[in-house]
């Protein structure tokens, strides 16, 4: 079995989960009458410290009905441009939302600056756009798992609501972020108009994301959902595991933290590869290769028993996860070694 560091999507749901799937007590969610995923919502609200939650497909379908709840046609939003949001979601909300969006710069941790988001404000002013929403990502995929605290969202929130604009956060890995600082993400979620959170990644269910927020936004959230064509039966089976995962998951991710520590210094020493370790605080773990490509380097890893993934040009990522042990990372460092030490000879 090769070890599988692609992405923290690639987990499997655990025996106890598979049991409360088998297990689950379901309804017509259309009708919301299923009462296994009524308790997920409920959970999941009142983890985010919000009134309300609606369980979505993915964490795709979650920005996506987030933003499509916040903005009109002809609307702007401002998001950063390493975001998921701006990268990997096949421009869904300009295509369905005819919403333009307007990139400001991440820094290394995947912040975006105040003062830039409140110079990106449009004035009200016939010839411009109205900025609608800022959305932001906790933490950050493409910036390896950066961390924004309570402080930086905040301020981002607030640079939001002054010009009359949502704010949105894509926590599809919110519960690193919580667990990197040692806070409820409640605290995290606070400024948020709606918060959406991956179940299907870290916390290894199977499927499913869930968008928190007040009762009314919620309501518009699910309406959408409805349009985009998210509105599920018998979605009980889907909840029931991530009941479990909401239960049980969660603290397990220090050890992800943990590996993805072991990984990125055993990386910082090996010839051609560049990173900044002491970086790193959550699951995602990004370097940089000299003198060759992100995808042969990726190959020769493959053909090592290593699956990693291509982040950007030049550059492989790395992510731990509940399949991935400390023995897996050591392992992982002695391809990631012969890869680098053949690349630096010229042989790989
Ligand atoms: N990220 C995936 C890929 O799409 C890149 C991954 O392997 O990391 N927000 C963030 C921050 C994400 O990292 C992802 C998935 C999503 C949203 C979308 O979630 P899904 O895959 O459930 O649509």
């Given at each position: 079995?090769?070890?599988?560091?692609?992405?923290?999507?690639?987990?499997?749901?655990?025996?106890?989960?598979?049991?409360?799937?088998?297990?689950?007590?379901?309804?017509?969610?259309?009708?919301?009458?299923?009462?296994?995923?009524?308790?997920?919502?409920?959970?999941?609200?009142?983890r985010m410290g919000?009134?309300?939650?609606?369980?979505?497909?993915?964490?795709?379908?979650?920005?996506?009905?987030?933003?499509?709840?916040?903005?009109?046609?002809?609307?702007?939003?401002?998001?950063?441009?390493?975001?998921?949001?701006?990268?990997?979601?096949?421009?869904?909300?300009?295509?369905?939302?005819?919403?333009?969006?307007?990139?400001?710069?991440?820094?290394?941790?995947?912040?975006?600056?105040?003062?830039?988001?409140?110079?990106?404000?449009?004035?009200?002013?016939?010839?411009?756009?109205?900025?609608?929403?800022?959305?932001v990502e906790n933490t950050?995929?493409?910036?390896?798992?950066?961390v924004l605290d309570s402080e930086d969202v905040g301020?981002l929130a607030?640079?939001?609501?002054?010009?009359?604009?949502?704010?949105?956060i894509?926590g599809?890995r919110i519960f690193n972020a919580a667990v990197a600082l040692g806070i409820p993400p409640s605290e995290l979620a606070r400024p948020a108009?709606?918060i959406?959170f991956?179940?299907?990644?870290?916390?290894?269910?199977?499927?499913?994301?869930?968008?928190c927020?007040?009762?009314?936004?919620?309501?518009?959230?699910?309406?959408?959902?409805?349009?985009?064509?998210?509105?599920?039966?018998?979605?009980?089976?889907?909840?029931?595991?991530?009941?479990?995962?909401?239960?049980?998951?969660?603290?397990?991710?220090?050890?992800?933290?943990?590996?993805?520590?072991?990984?990125?210094?055993?990386?910082?020493?090996?010839?051609?590869?560049?990173?900044?370790?002491?970086?790193?605080?959550?699951?995602?773990?990004?370097?940089?290769?000299?003198?060759?490509?992100?995808?042969?380097?990726?190959?020769?890893?493959?053909?090592?028993?290593?699956?990693?993934?291509?982040?950007?040009?030049?550059?492989?990522?790395?992510?731990?996860?509940?399949?991935?042990?400390?023995?897996?990372?050591?392992?992982?460092?002695?391809?990631?070694?012969?890869?680098?030490?053949?690349?630096?000879?010229?042989?790989?």
């Amino acid at each position: 079995m090769p070890i599988d560091l692609r992405s923290d999507t690639v987990t499997l749901p655990t025996p106890e989960m598979r049991q409360a799937m088998f297990e689950a007590e379901v309804g017509d969610d259309v009708y919301g009458e299923d009462p296994t995923v009524n308790r997920l919502e409920a959970m999941a609200a009142q983890r985010m410290g919000k009134e309300a939650a609606v369980l979505v497909a993915s964490g795709t379908m979650g920005n996506l009905v987030s933003g499509l709840t916040h903005c009109q046609r002809g609307d702007e939003a401002i998001i950063g441009s390493k975001s998921h949001m701006l990268m990997y979601e096949v421009a869904s909300l300009a295509a369905f939302g005819g919403v333009q969006m307007r990139p400001i710069a991440n820094d290394e941790r995947g912040m975006i600056d105040p003062d830039q988001v409140e110079a990106a404000m449009r004035p009200v002013n016939i010839h411009q756009p109205r900025t609608a929403m800022v959305a932001v990502e906790n933490t950050h995929n493409r910036c390896s798992g950066g961390v924004l605290d309570s402080e930086d969202v905040g301020a981002l929130a607030e640079a939001a609501h002054r010009h009359g604009a949502k704010f949105h956060i894509d926590g599809a890995r919110i519960f690193n972020a919580a667990v990197a600082l040692g806070i409820p993400p409640s605290e995290l979620a606070r400024p948020a108009d709606t918060i959406t959170f991956c179940l299907s990644k870290g916390l290894s269910c199977p499927v499913g994301s869930v968008v928190c927020g007040s009762k009314e936004t919620i309501e518009g959230v699910r309406r959408h959902r409805k349009m985009v064509g998210g509105g599920m039966r018998q979605a009980g089976v889907i909840a029931a595991a991530g009941i479990i995962a909401l239960d049980t998951m969660v603290d397990r991710l220090a050890e992800d933290h943990e590996n993805a520590k072991r990984l990125a210094l055993g990386l910082a020493t090996l010839p051609g590869i560049h990173l900044n370790a002491t970086a790193i605080q959550t699951n995602i773990v990004i370097f940089a290769v000299k003198d060759r490509s992100a995808e042969s380097f990726v190959e020769a890893l493959q053909s090592r028993g290593v699956l990693a993934g291509v982040a950007e040009r030049g550059k492989v990522r790395l992510v731990t996860h509940y399949g991935v042990t400390a023995e897996d990372v050591d392992q992982a460092l002695n391809a990631v070694e012969a890869v680098a030490r053949g690349q630096a000879r010229g042989r790989e």
